[in-house]
């Protein structure tokens, strides 16, 4: 069976949950996305998508035009991951091959794999061999512009939806009103379902000890980018200091500030975002680093692609889990009890429906 891609399109699509909302730095007014779908000689189809909010969308449309044009250009068989990678970056190196040129590649990667796995007829966590069938998840959100009533609203529904875990936003400006917070969605929630706060890298190393120390007596259970996530010393600081496990890497597209926060000892749980790392191969390069170092995984955002990789890992810590693209793909991931399960199906076992992909020229 020829196994060469065809071709190399994209579409954006719109959660069927689309709000405004915010955190401690960004306001974000849609919750949108790319996706990226590639067609082979075969007519086996992948698809890759990237979270993209309301942000530059004239650059992601270029840097994904771009790519998609690279693809088509050239002649490559699926399999192909690690060369298209390679050339890509040849290809992109004068403007760099980070940011968005890494998340352009990385969907391309993603559905690349997405076809490899259904010209194999098996799901991606199968392809790689898996050592656990079901991975720990928790529910996100807990927003900075919620109300008190959202806040709870939101944070009831994961416990009453059988979630053990939620993370709620910090770093509002005000160290007591981020405590106040936590403390009502303690109360709310008891003392059975763990607790984790996320800054978004909106507080300054002496708030964020602060803000620790009254967490820590709530059983918060770890911090999510207290600070800005250049600031390695601060990290070093806070975790000699701060007495909550303190999780770190969402922001990063290669493994140097890894390799920084390792030499310190200023890390305990990473979190790879498989787009910034420029796909499947990235993401597993980065774990197989911090597994070195015997630190546990905790990734960002991409359940649909971490459940099934976090499978294949040794120290698979948990993944994060919104409802962003729940509605408007064709089968939802399996949540019952605290555990996310990986897809059966070929591939990452879902598609986008059509009738929400809108093309773009």
């Known amino acids: 069976m020829n196994h060469k891609i065809k071709k190399a399109k994209f579409y954006r699509a719109i959660s069927k949950n689309s709000k405004p909302i915010a955190d401690s730095t960004h306001t974000i007014s849609k919750i949108a996305f790319y996706v990226v779908e590639i067609e082979l000689d075969s007519g086996i189809i992948g698809q890759g998508y990237l979270l993209s909010f309301h942000y530059s969308p004239n650059a992601i449309e270029g840097a994904l035009r771009d790519v998609c044009n690279f693809i088509n250009g050239n002649s490559f068989f699926t399999y192909e991951t690690v060369r298209v990678k390679q050339e890509w970056d040849m290809e992109v190196e004068y403007f760099g091959n980070t940011g968005l040129n890494n998340c352009a590649i990385a969907a391309v990667n993603i559905a690349m794999w997405d076809a490899w796995g259904h010209a194999c007829n098996s799901p991606i966590w199968k392809l790689f061999g898996a050592n656990k069938t079901k991975i720990p998840v928790y529910g996100s959100g807990g927003w900075i512009s919620y109300s008190e009533e959202e806040l709870l609203e939101e944070v009831l529904d994961y416990k009453n939806r059988g979630f053990t875990a939620v993370k709620i936003k910090v770093g509002s400006g005000s160290v007591d009103e981020d405590f106040a917070r936590l403390s009502r969605c303690r109360e709310a929630l008891g003392d059975r379902v763990k607790i984790m706060m996320d ?59 890894l390799k920084s926060l390792i030499n310190r000892n200023a890390i305990d749980l990473w979190q790879p975002d498989i787009i910034r790392l420029g796909g499947v191969e990235g993401w597993r390069n980065s774990v197989a680093l911090a597994e070195s170092y015997q630190l546990p995984i905790l990734p960002h955002y991409y359940k649909d692609y971490d459940v099934p990789l976090l499978c294949t890992i040794k120290t698979p810590y948990g993944a994060e889990s919104f409802d962003w693209i729940d509605g408007i793909i064709d089968n939802i991931m399996k949540i019952d009890n605290g555990f996310a399960y990986p897809r059966e199906g070929a591939g990452w076992g879902f598609r986008f429906k059509e009738e929400f992909l809108e093309a773009v020229n």
């Open 199 to 257: 800054a978004n890298q909106g507080m300054d190393v002496s708030n964020a000890l602060k803000l620790s120390e009254l967490a820590k007596a709530i059983g918060i259970h770890w911090f999510e980018e207290p600070i800005v996530h250049t600031d390695y010393d601060g990290y070093e600081f806070l975790r000699n200091k701060c007495g909550i496990a303190l999780a770190m890497g969402e922001r990063e597209y290669d493994c140097e500030a």
